[in-house]
């Protein structure tokens, strides 16, 4: 499995296209999200910005799986299917969507934006994607969702009605209650596309993908696994509510795709050599320097890939990141965008200063017994960072593929990188130093 081990757009895409170069894995599979992903990819003169499709789409013998654990918008699908036959590629084929997969419906981003309208209110927007993922998965909780399967059943527009009866009913709620606008007009253009791409993708490979995975594995053949979104996106161990609605985390995969547990091996985890966050939310190593952060925006390209917004850019959070690995048991990291440096110093974050006063719980062992480095349950309580400096390295390693070429400060900060997690049982197996697939070097064996 391939998981983002910050906040999300660490730049997985490329990762695992990469990944996929040698010839290894025989498909890659979402198994969680939907199409509040983004991911670009660039290969040769082809970019591509992928929301739903897995990655590896580009790559013409590489099989596309969509589990059960997805949330699927019909609409993005199929314009993504059509985006890669426009650049010559057409995965049809190869493509395989689980009949137990989710179905976004078209009123869910309506859903999602009336309450994020409602939250703002209260002065907790989530800043979500507005891509119907809270929506979605919170139908298929309270057991009224559309399952992808169900679109090959007779009493589809029947099911969809009695949903979309449901939905209207809570969007008048969102009206009369709390003044959310309803544009009749948009909803009506949605339900069109929406109509349109649930036809074309009745007619796409839909199947029991579980047992297909399992055959393959059982012949002998690797899948990688692709995470969306990131450990601290996790609805259990992220930044709670500032999170996704799915789990980000490997432990979902088997759950995500229907494979017994035993079918997971390594867990290659992603992160750049800073951090970034788009939406809302606390955000502890956030650079305070606005004029720095811009210069980060800029370089990095920090801008949503799924809406466009600018990204909040902060430090490398090593505190963040010592709870991802624990939790995810990424065994082997990739460091992206380690060509980017913006300042002659750069700061690390260490460690977090917070207090909140809590009940003594009987029975709970206590943050002093945790020596302190207990992972906050709030972020928002964070108050500051405990922060280390080390030299910056310039702009001089960009597009750099040999470890041997690589200035001395850059290899001094990986080093100070990989002493900090010298406990933990990883391994920095790759460095990027640009957005091309060869834009990297290999770091430890
Ligand atoms: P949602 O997944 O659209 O409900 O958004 C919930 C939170 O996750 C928001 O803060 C989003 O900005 C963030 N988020 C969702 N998907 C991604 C992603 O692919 N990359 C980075 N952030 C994401
Ligand atoms: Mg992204």
Redesign the pocket.
């Known amino acids: 499995m391939v998981v983002g081990l910050q906040?999300?757009?660490e730049g997985k895409g490329k990762n695992i296209d990469e990944l996929l170069s040698h010839g290894v894995y025989s498909g890659v599979a979402r198994f969680q999200g939907g199409a509040?992903?983004?991911h670009t990819i660039k290969f040769k003169n082809k970019t591509f910005i992928g929301h739903i499709v897995p990655c590896g789409c580009l790559q013409k013998n590489i099989e596309l799986y969509i589990g059960n654990g997805v949330v699927v918008d019909a609409i993005s699908l199929m314009n993504e299917i059509k985006q890669l036959k426009d650049l010559g590629l057409n995965v049809v084929p190869r493509l395989y969507i689980s009949n137990r997969a989710k179905l976004v419906s078209y009123l869910h981003p309506f859903l999602d934006q009336a309450d994020e309208h409602r939250r703002n209110k209260l002065g907790t927007k989530?800043?979500?994607?507005s891509?119907g993922?809270?929506p979605a998965y919170s139908d298929i909780r309270a057991r009224r969702g559309l399952l992808i399967g169900d679109l090959l059943l007779p009493d589809f527009a029947q099911k969809e009605s009695i949903l979309t009866e449901f939905h209207l009913n809570f969007l008048n709620m969102y009206k009369e209650k709390y003044g959310f606008e309803i544009n009749l007009e948009k909803i009506k253009e949605a339900k069109e596309k929406w109509n349109k791409a649930v036809k074309e993708l009745q007619k796409l490979q839909i199947c029991d993908l579980s047992s297909l995975i399992q055959k393959k594995l059982s012949e002998g053949k690797n899948i990688l696994a692709e995470g969306?979104?990131a450990v601290m996106?996790d609805i259990d161990f992220g930044d709670y509510p500032?999170?996704?609605?799915s789990n980000t985390l490997p432990a979902n995969v088997c759950l995500g795709l229907g494979v017994p547990h035993t079918a997971l091996r390594d867990v290659y985890g992603v992160i750049k050599a800073y951090t970034t966050k788009?939406?809302?939310?606390n955000f502890p190593a956030r650079i305070k320097d606005q004029a720095l952060e811009k210069l980060f925006q800029n370089a990095g390209n920090e801008f949503g890939a799924?809406t466009g917004r600018p990204r909040m850019c902060g430090w490398l959070d090593l505190f963040a990141l010592r709870h991802a690995i624990g939790l995810s048991g990424a065994n082997k990291i990739f460091i992206n965008k380690a060509d980017i440096c913006l300042s002659d110093k750069v700061k690390v974050v260490t460690g977090y200063i917070y207090n909140k006063k809590i009940l003594p719980a009987r029975n709970a062992f206590s943050i002093a017994d945790a020596g302190g480095k207990e992972f906050p349950l709030y972020l928002s309580e964070v108050k500051d960072v405990i922060t280390e400096e080390i030299s910056g390295w310039g702009n001089t390693n960009y597009g750099v593929k040999d470890k041997k070429k690589v200035s001395k400060e850059l290899a001094s900060y990986l080093k100070y990188i990989k002493n900090k997690l010298a406990d933990l049982d990883v391994k920095i197996i790759s460095v990027g130093t640009g957005p091309d697939r060869d834009h990297f070097f290999s770091w430890d064996k």
Do not use: E, F, K, P
Not at 242 to 245: Q, R
């Open positions: 906040w999300g757009d509040n992903a983004g989530v800043g979500t994607t891509r993922i809270g969306a979104q996106l500032n999170v996704t609605s788009v939406g809302g939310g799924t």
